[in-house]
């Protein structure tokens, strides 16, 4: 397994967000975890990523134990995160937010073919370079999120509602993207959505969270058919 | 030049050398330092001491003197890994007091005499003094602001800026805040260390007094006036707030309220200083100048 999720319990202060979640991903899945408003979604990616604290369980990626693992080494070891609405780095261009992306990557990559390959992805970020990341708009800023992820070609890619605040027709665009990313180029992703419809089509497998347990799993178009499913998260 | 204006301009230089530390810290990782003069001090007394007590000169001592201020900057730069914002303001205030009363009540450190008889710099036979002084900090502040200026270019600049931003989605991408913010502090604490050399053997009689709180204050109004995170804001407020007391006469027994209510009023409205990219100062120009305000 890529990674290993055992028994995960966060808490802020006294109030538990997560109780006990186990799960995990096979190299080349693309899993996703859905749930409702504060179900705990965010809190979990966060605390695989390194930038919440873990009160109890154990996190394995890469056959090794990271839980205690500061989040920049978690990203050295090829660990990325697209968090919940972006987190661009505001004052610098959108060219920075790039570059620091592939910030202290031990492989080489090249960059410049790196970055032509992700203007080709997202048109919009070449053209706006030279600007600070703050005066992109929330959707633009989101595509930046992603590309900032994407350009150190990462090993897990943890993705925090990526639907939040793009239009119909770009959210397409952004889970076909991802999509793509898996199966063409055998990226890992794990998924963390409301949009509970776009993240089951292109899922493999997934999760149900409610309230800090996850409550169902299972192959997304099984859990898509699933009647308790579909009238809690799918709407109909 | 009469000796009047090169005084105000040597003082204005080394201000800025010690400003640009700040800028170091504050301006370009965004650690929130409101105790620099205790650096600026350090630098001072171990230039002092180091040519009084072990009669080194200048330039023996002066490597000493920047990883002296460097170590401390990094030991006293600890805390900052541990506390942030008004915490980390708070903690650095008491850094200075703390400094400050090192050197008011240690014997060794002179006490409250201070330290006097520090000899002048003396470079290639010449003893410099006046113009060929200013001359010399003038060379030092190039020296400096080169340096800043290949620091915003590299990576470690970079990484420091992201960190500055957010600090989690700055770890999220693989920069370790701990390692660049120490490596901020060393950089930042080096340069207060080198304005301070400069200023005991300009000087030549220094105090606690010299480097007391408000004097944070003050390098931070210049700072904050300039542009926090601009390569030319250091000299710029070094400058204006060092030229204004001179050209108000009135205001040098104010000089601190002064000082307070610039940053104050900088703060309130305009963030990001006379240099930053949305300040007012830039769109005048821009407006008289065509391509001024950039
Ligand atoms: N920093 C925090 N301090 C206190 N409580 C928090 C904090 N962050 C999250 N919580 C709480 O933890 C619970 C889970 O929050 P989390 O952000 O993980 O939910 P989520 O599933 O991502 O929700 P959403 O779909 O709205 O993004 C919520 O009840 C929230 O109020
Ligand atoms: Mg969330």
Request: glycine share 12%; net charge positive.
């Amino acid at each position: 397994m890529l990674l290993e999720v055992e028994d995960l319990h966060i808490a802020y202060g006294d109030i538990e967000a997560v109780s006990g979640v186990s799960f995990g991903l096979e190299q080349g899945e693309l899993v996703s975890i859905i749930g409702a408003n504060g179900a705990g979604k965010t809190s979990i990616l966060n605390a695989l990523m390194g930038v919440v604290g873990v009160k109890k369980g154990r996190i394995m990626f890469a056959g090794k134990e990271i839980t205690r693992l500061p989040a920049f080494r978690r990203a050295r070891s090829g660990m990325r995160i697209v968090p919940e609405r972006a987190r661009i780095f505001p004052r610098l261009t959108v060219h920075e937010n790039l570059l620091v992306g592939a910030y202290g990557l031990r492989k080489k990559i090249d960059l410049d073919s790196r970055l032509k390959w992700l203007y080709g992805l997202f048109p919009i970020l070449e053209k706006r370079l030279g600007q600070p990341a703050s005066t992109m708009s929330g959707g633009e800023q989101q595509q930046l999120a992603i590309a900032r992820a994407l350009i150190s070609s990462p090993g897990l890619l943890l993705v925090d509602e990526v639907s939040m605040g793009l239009m119909p027709k770009l959210v397409d665009g952004v889970f076909d993207l991802l999509y793509r990313l898996n199966r063409e180029e055998g990226l890992t992703i794990l998924l963390v959505e409301q949009n509970a419809v776009a993240s089951l089509e292109i899922s493999g497998r997934a999760y149900v969270l409610e309230t800090g347990s996850l409550v169902h799993q299972g192959p997304a178009d099984k859990l898509a058919q699933d009647p308790r499913i579909r009238e809690v998260y799918l709407g109909h | 030049m009469s000796g009047y204006l090169i005084t105000i301009a040597t003082i204005i230089v080394i201000n800025a050398i010690v400003v640009c530390g700040l800028n170091v810290i504050v301006g370009y990782a965004g650690q929130i330092s409101l105790g620099h003069a205790a650096f600026f001090g350090i630098g001072a007394y171990s230039a002092a001491l180091l040519a009084t007590k072990a009669g080194l000169s200048f330039w023996a001592a002066l490597p000493l003197v920047v990883t002296i201020s460097s170590v401390v900057g990094l030991l006293l730069g600890l805390p900052s890994l541990r506390v942030k914002d008004d915490f980390l303001a708070i903690t650095t205030i008491g850094i200075n007091f703390i400094v400050e009363a090192v050197f008011l009540y240690i014997p060794f450190f002179g006490g409250a005499l201070g330290i006097g008889g520090i000899p002048r710099i003396c470079l290639f036979g010449l003893r410099l003094k006046g113009f060929s002084f200013f001359l010399l900090c003038l060379a030092f502040l190039v020296l400096v602001m080169t340096a800043c200026w290949w620091f915003t270019r590299c990576w470690a600049g970079l990484a420091c800026f992201a960190l500055r931003e957010d600090e989690e989605a700055a770890a999220s991408v693989g920069i370790s805040p701990v390692r660049f913010k120490l490596l901020a502090f060393v950089a930042g604490t080096a340069m207060a260390g080198l304005g301070g050399a400069l200023y005991a053997h300009y000087m030549r009689f220094i105090s606690a007094s010299d480097f007391s709180f408000p004097v944070s204050i003050t390098l931070l109004s210049m700072l904050v006036l300039g542009g926090m995170g601009k390569l030319w804001a250091p000299l710029l407020g070094a400058v204006i707030l060092g030229a204004l007391p001179e050209i108000f006469r009135p205001l040098v027994e104010y000089r601190i309220l002064f000082y307070t209510a610039i940053l104050l009023l900088m703060i309130r409205f305009q963030p990001s200083g006379l240099l930053g990219d949305e300040s007012l100062a830039r769109k005048v120009l821009a407006k008289v100048v065509p391509g001024g305000g950039r």
